[in-house]
């Protein structure tokens, strides 16, 4: 966060936090006021994901740390897979405002609404429907701004940046996970009081599965600290492929992905035969979401050397966060065309490479925000990609020097958490109870 945005909120959170208090000292206040402040949390976009996963945990590890006295309800779209049971084993104290009762409550009972990170404000019609219907106040957390907007409509483009500008414009803060999200919102006139790069909620999900994730090294001979992870990605999520989605065959986006899935697994191939041939490595080919599976088999394992295979591990199957964390954490590190699992390896100091395009926004760009850069290749600049497998070499050959890089970069997200939940401290303490 600047200095200017990072000073006027530290003042503004003083403030209120002392006005509060002295009307609860001196009684100049009665009633409820001090009961505990309640948030709701709109966010879990999807299951079939284990970022879009990441999401929910990682913002309510973020608010259960800072802010611990805070009552959370969760609005979700999504807690299919088992991700239900996930968050209440974690989160026991979590309030689940499922069903037309239960939000209602929530839209009466709770203080604030926060918007949770997403790719774009992606529950942006509810948003406006919280503020309508209540008029509380809200704040969104570590969103990206696309320059695209992809709503199902005739309205243009243009027509729904604006009307999206507005909505930001209307909260009390608004973290961007991107810098480039953020110039872009100032760019078009946002006018939050408060606007400032804020990670992504991923980065804090600490949730763990040990005994699946050593379950799983055992069976494929993985042991801790001597394999890597790659994880693949077309430039389109292929949803059409997920039965559970019901999605009709995109032909533009299957025709992208078809034209441009060699020359964006090319690297990651050879990363993986130049890391069994000059390390003691193994690598691990897995996903992060339920489509990925079968990329990583045509596109990374199959086509590898016999040789080279005998110390590659191809996952077959999707896994949920917990147990892919666990994996990962116990890994030298990662890389590959994914984000949010390279985010979450971060937040658990494990080194992560990220390679990005245009398709996928301007989130990639968090690595720089957050002195990862050299960590970040553009496969749509031709002159970055030769330099995809020299960086994994790097990382492979000097692991305790990457850890040193990935604890850094944490440090700077976890100080960038402590700021933003200083900024909605101060909003809450605006609030009368």
Partial sequence: MDSTVN??????????VSAIWNRRVFGLEKGSEDRPPRILLRSSWQTVNIGDIAHTPGVLAILEKHLPEAEIWLWPSNLKNGVDQLLMDRFSKLKIAQGKEAL???????DFLLHSSGPSLVAERDVVRWHEETGKPYGIYGITLPLKQSHKTEVTSDDLMAKTIDVLSGARFVFF?????????????CKAPVMAFGPDGAFACDLRDDEKAE????????EAGKFMCCIPRLRYTPYWTIPAKNRPLDEVKHARNEAMKEHDHAQLRQAIIEVVKQTD??????????????????MLYDP?????????????D??????????????????GNEMHSPIMCI??????????????TSKGYMWEDIGLGDWLFNMDDESDVPKIVPAILEMAKNPEAAKAKAAKARGIVENKQRETMGVLEGELAKIER
């Fill in 7 to 16: 000073r006027r909120a530290f003042l503004a959170s003083t403030a209120a």
């Fill in 104 to 110: 209602a409550k929530a839209f009466e009972d709770c």
């Fill in 304 to 316: 590898l050397p016999a040789e080279i295979k005998k110390r590659v591990v191809w996952r077959p």
């Fill in 281 to 298: 490595l193994k690598v691990l080919v897995c996903p992060e979401d339920q489509t990925q599976m079968a990329v990583g088999k045509e």
């Fill in 215 to 222: 379950a799983f090294m055992r069976a494929n001979e993985l």
């Fill in 318 to 335: 999707y896994w949920l966060t917990g147990e892919a964390t666990s994996v990962h954490s116990r890994s030298v590190g990662l890389f």
């Fill in 177 to 189: 996970r991107d810098s480039k999200s953020l110039a872009l919102a100032k760019s078009r006139g």
């Fill in 347 to 360: 937040g658990h100091g494990t080194p992560a490479i990220v390679c990005r395009w245009e398709e996928q």
